[in-house]
């Protein structure tokens, strides 16, 4: 096996000791090999091998998530750059960061919960997913700082001038008017002196060691789900292979439409069997009234009153499996069009 990338990693386990690691990256044959040598134990070297297979960009998915769980650990890279990405961030990032961190240290829960139910609420009655009105980054910013006024609102990084208006008064008469005393005062300036560097920087790091999670996860599940089309299985058995809802399921269908892959072969057998007619008629409201919306192609071919005994999932389901057929003719037909 040739290796083609390694770097040495240090950490500082007390006062006195400090413990050494390797990372490294193979290849031989086209088959990526990517490993952990750790030197804490002189007798014991044995490489732990993190991934052994053909794919490049599954490797280095797993190479960032697996590095940076160790650097949340501790260690530290000899040479700097190694998750082969842009390292830098601005500095105003770096102090809402810096914000973030704190308010997951030090919030106060109970306002938080208050916050938790005041959206629930508010998303029951807008008919709007909860992350929409507030996330839960926000509501810790807000329980924990505890803005009193407009003024002291929008100096929370995800506080905008229309998230204000449109909710600044509810959440200010839980902030303000909860009775907890505030050790600090607006502006935020003081929030950098009262972080230690060394623990803000793991966790850095464990943010990322989350965000690599996700995109290996998303990445495997790519995967099953090209193999599982390939193999013919249906939306229920590629649900179950995958782990995930039908909902998330058909979002992953969608994006590998859009990057060029064919997914005609799950269409074809999940429209097997809605009838040819009713397919006309969603293509044709299609064209009538567009595909950005999928609410109206359903009142137009169905009528506003219409339900459904298990209700409309499966009817929303065959309409988005059929405006990928619909974009795909659009696209191809605007790429001929381009071309004369």
């Known amino acids: 096996m040739q290796i083609v990338f390694m770097n040495r990693l240090s950490k500082n386990a007390s006062s006195d000791q400090e413990l050494f690691a390797q990372l490294w990256i193979g290849e031989e044959e086209g088959v990526w090999s990517l490993g952990w040598k750790d030197f804490s134990n002189a007798e014991d070297t044995v490489d732990n091998v993190w991934y052994e297979g053909g794919s490049w960009s599954e490797m280095l998915c797993v190479y960032r998530h697996e590095l940076a769980v160790k650097m949340g650990e501790g260690y530290r890279p000899l040479i700097e750059g190694i998750f082969h990405e842009e390292e830098s961030l601005p500095n105003r990032n770096i102090e809402h960061l810096k914000l973030q961190y704190y ?83 607006f502006p935020l300036s003081w929030v950098h002196k009262e972080i230690d560097d060394e623990s803000f920087v793991s966790w850095l790091y464990k943010q990322k060691e989350l965000k690599y999670k996700k995109q290996l996860e998303r ?46 072969k799950l269409i074809v057998q999940e429209l097997g069997r809605m009838p040819q007619n009713e397919q006309e008629e969603v293509w044709n409201a299609y064209v009538e009234l567009g595909d950005v919306f999928l609410k109206p192609i359903l009142y137009k071919v169905y009528g506003n009153e219409f339900t459904a005994p298990g209700g409309l999932d499966l009817y929303y389901e065959r309409l988005r499996l059929i405006r990928i057929r619909f974009r795909r003719e659009f696209t191809d037909v605007s790429a001929i069009a381009a071309n004369y």
């Not at 506080?159 to 008017?177: F, N, R, S």
């Open 103 to 185: 308010s997951e240290q030090h919030g106060n829960e109970k306002i938080y919960e208050e916050l938790c139910a005041w959206r629930r609420g508010r998303s029951s009655s807008e008919r709007k997913a909860p992350y929409i009105l507030a996330s839960n980054r926000l509501l810790r910013l807000l329980s924990t700082f505890l803005p009193h006024t407009p003024e002291e609102l929008l100096q929370l990084p995800g506080v905008g001038e229309g998230k204000a208006t449109q909710y600044g008064a509810d959440w200010l008469a839980i902030t303000a008017g909860a009775g907890a005393p505030r050790e600090h005062l």
């Open 219 to 264: 990445l495997r599940m790519r995967r099953l789900l090209l193999q599982g089309i390939e193999c013919g299985l249906d939306m229920e058995q590629l649900k179950e292979e995958c782990g995930v809802s039908r909902r998330d399921l058909l979002e992953a269908v969608e994006e590998l439409e859009k990057d060029g892959y064919s997914v005609e």
